[in-house]
């Protein structure tokens, strides 16, 4: 790649400047975000599944208006995020083969299961808090159609999370079987939830290049401490215990120390071992041959009015 552009890229990039769709770029920054905004958007599109399997099962009219509203913005993000992908030169069909064929990677906390009511709470809380805390910084991630997708998103994620804690608060306040329920769900998502930051900074073989491209603007490490620095104090008010020993107040840093997340475990549903990936996976394929005639309906609409036009 011609020294000059890539001194001109750089330089433009320091400024905090954002790269736009017809702009020169290293093909590494390119391959970059394709892989990072389609990992994003396939999380959003899988991440449907866990709570869509509640739908039916609300306690309510107001729960089940909440949770298809959130469902479908789930839906909404993916497509805005498979927008922005698209802007580099993919195509949506090469990306959802990628994820249909394994190849794509999409966020491990989906590969878990939602076996109680209060786990749908719990996500609202915990992955969608997470997930939030990620996505402010890419607001002013380094690629304008990234970052523009990520405000409208993040308006929406924290609506989820808002809504995620106070069904907790619910469940937290309620009888001792729904207390019950809520410390459970506490303790299954709580480490997944800190798993979605992805692998400690020094493990992580993209993040110092992607924060020098500005296409991260904090380290899975930042954001995980900042996560932990919120929810603690959320999960004390609650009256819920948060699963971890090690879990401490450190004065010094302005933050808490905790324990050792099981990277065993983490790199073990990235492989795609998680406790129902096959389900999710199968799940996905499935909506994609049986809403085939979908597809086709609009194209063929498609082109009698092209044809109509011509005529
Ligand atoms: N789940 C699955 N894969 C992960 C996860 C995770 N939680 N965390 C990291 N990885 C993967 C990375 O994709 C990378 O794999 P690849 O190089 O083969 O693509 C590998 O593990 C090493 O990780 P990093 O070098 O740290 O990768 P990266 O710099 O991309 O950072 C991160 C990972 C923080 C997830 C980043 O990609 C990101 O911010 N993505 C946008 C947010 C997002 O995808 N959110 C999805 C969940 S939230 C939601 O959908 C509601």
């Not at 933050?255 to 073990?268: M, N, Q, S, T, V």
Request: net charge negative; charged share 30%; hydrophobic share 40%.
């Amino acid at each position: 790649e011609p020294q000059e552009l890539v001194d001109a890229f750089e330089a433009r990039v320091a400024a905090d400047e954002f790269i736009e769709p017809k702009d020169w770029m290293p093909e590494a920054y390119r391959k970059t975000l394709v892989r990072q905004i389609s990992q994003h958007a396939h999380s959003e599109i899988v991440g449907m599944l866990p709570e869509g399997n509640w739908i039916t099962r609300a306690p309510s009219l107001r729960r089940k208006a909440i949770l298809l509203a959130k469902v479908q913005d789930e839906a909404g993000h993916g497509l805005y995020l498979y927008c922005a992908a698209e802007t580099l030169g993919t195509s949506r069909e090469e990306m959802i083969e990628a994820l249909h064929s394994g190849k794509a990677k999409y966020s491990t906390i989906f590969n878990y299961p939602t076996l109680t009511w209060a786990d749908i709470a719990a996500i609202g809380w915990l992955v969608d808090g997470a997930a939030i805390m990620n996505q402010v910084p890419l607001q002013r991630t380094s690629y304008g159609p990234y970052a523009r997708a990520m405000v409208r998103v993040c308006k929406e994620e924290s609506f989820h999370q808002r809504q995620g804690y106070e069904a907790m608060t619910v469940l937290a306040q309620g009888t001792e079987e729904q207390k019950r329920m809520a410390q459970d769900a506490l303790n299954r998502w709580w480490w997944p939830s800190l798993m979605m930051f992805g692998p400690p900074d020094d493990k992580s073989p993209n993040t110092e290049r992607s924060m020098r491209w500005r296409i991260k603007r904090e380290t899975n490490d930042e954001l995980r401490q900042k996560f932990v620095d919120i929810t603690v104090p959320q999960a004390e008010f609650l009256g819920l215990t948060v699963p971890d020993e090690d879990l401490a107040w450190n004065e010094e840093k302005g933050g808490y120390d905790f324990g050792d997340i099981d990277w065993e475990e983490f790199y073990a549903v990235v492989r795609g071992e998680g406790p129902v990936a096959k389900e999710r996976m199968k799940a996905r394929r499935d909506a994609w041959e049986q809403n085939a005639w979908v597809r086709e309906a609009a194209d063929a609409h498609e082109a009698k009015k092209r044809a109509a036009a011509a005529a």
